[in-house]
């Protein structure tokens, strides 16, 4: 079955790095658009960015400039580079598939302090 399994997250003062990673298990993520996601306390799920097939990305309009998202097709990797942080980028943060479902993994606690 397929599984991701994130980490990197931790906690961070404001203006700080964090670099997440995905690894992949039961399917290779080269052959789907893939997208982080993140999950704020008392928020639905919503899109951070994704990388598509082709691997051109594509980040929404609050993490643009500041986000972004890489692949590693040997080591079948994702990764999201998040800089200068900000304390609405507090969330536990996600990889999956853009446009399929599968069994979400843990996530990974990104907490950014002021």
């Known amino acids: 079955q397929v599984q991701f399994v994130e980490s990197g997250g931790g906690l961070v003062q404001a203006g700080g790095s964090l670099r997440l990673s995905c690894a992949a298990y039961g399917t290779i993520i080269s052959n789907y658009a893939m997208a982080w996601y993140r999950q704020a306390p008392g928020k639905e799920r919503e899109l951070v960015g994704q990388?598509?097939?082709?691997?051109?990305?594509y980040y929404e309009d609050f993490v643009k400039g500041r986000f972004s998202i890489s692949r590693d097709s040997v080591k079948n990797t994702m990764s999201l580079q998040m800089n200068d942080l900000k304390p609405e980028d507090t969330a536990v943060y996600y990889c999956h598939f853009r446009w399929a479902t599968v069994e979400w993994g843990q996530g990974t606690q990104v907490t950014v302090s002021a």
């Open positions: 990388i598509t097939r082709d691997g051109s990305t």
